[in-house]
T-cell receptor, first 114, second 117 residues
Framework: AQTVTQSQPEMSVQEAETVTLSCTYD???????LFWYKQPPSRQMILVIR??????QNATENRFSVNFQKAAKSFSLKISDSQLGDAAMYFC???????????FGTGTRLTIIP | DTEVTQTPKHLVMGMTNKKSLKCEQH?????MYWYKQKAKKPPELMFV???????INESVPSRFSPECPNSSLLNLHLHALQPEDSALYLC????????????????FGEGSRLTVL
């Protein structure tokens, strides 16, 4: 069974600073996808960024980027220039091979300090 | 239109009540999902419908009964629930999952917060 581990239950960062959220995963597949989802308080969960395992280049979406280390099975999310609107639960997720199931990590609650 | 709409937003029901949660999307997505989320926990998959057919049932108790009347609608019928079923119920949709592996984005609704008394 696939596992996704987020070892930081809570993180905080000063506004405008940079923060990195950690995620490790386990899979026997060679080609797969990895996702970071954001769930703000009382608002819907949205996709922040997606990484395809066969791509060497780390994915980037504006202030959000990933550090994908395939050999180490590590997939961390870096948020640059943190903003108050970045406060949320962040879930790392990996699709199960062969079906529509998405395995989520336990989540990291990010607080932005003004 | 990139929305997944869930109703009601809040629901309080007794253990003997029958109620339904509704979900609607108009993005042409052919896979729809029900997730259950407890406070400070990740979403737990309950059911997946792919092309209006139930493709995954994560051993959910029969007091939860899903229904997919058409490609845009997904219902979750609730009957004889227990207090521990109180949670946020999330609906999501995605493009068809040809090849079986989920490679694209899940679009989530805001959820229906259920309280069972």
């Amino acid at each position: 069974a696939q596992t996704v581990t987020q070892s930081q239950p809570e993180m905080s960062v000063q506004e405008a600073e940079t923060v990195t959220l950690s995620c490790t995963y386990d899979t026997s597949e060679s080609d797969y996808y990895l996702f970071w989802y954001k769930q703000p308080p009382s608002r819907q969960m949205i996709l922040v960024i997606r990484q395809e395992a066969y791509k060497q280049q780390n994915a980037t979406e504006n202030r959000f980027s990933v550090n994908f280390q395939k050999a180490a099975k590590s997939f961390s999310l870096k948020i640059s220039d943190s903003q108050l609107g970045d406060a949320a639960m962040y879930f790392c997720a990996q699709p199960n091979f062969g079906n529509e199931k998405l395995t989520f990590g336990t989540g990291t609650r990010l607080t932005i300090i003004p | 239109d990139t929305e997944v709409t869930q109703t009601p937003k809040h629901l309080v029901m007794g253990m003997t009540n029958k109620k339904s949660l509704k979900c609607e999307q108009h993005m042409g997505h052919r896979a729809m999902y029900w997730y259950k989320q407890k406070a400070k926990k990740p979403p737990e998959l309950m059911f997946v419908y792919s092309y209006e057919k139930l493709s995954i049932n994560e051993s959910v108790p029969s007091r939860f009964s899903p229904e997919c009347p058409n490609s845009s609608l997904l219902n979750l019928h609730l009957h004889a629930l227990q207090p521990e079923d109180s949670a946020l119920y999330l609906c999501a949709s995605s493009q068809d999952t040809s090849g079986g592996a989920l490679s694209g984005e899940l679009f989530f609704g805001e959820g229906s917060r259920l309280t069972v008394l």
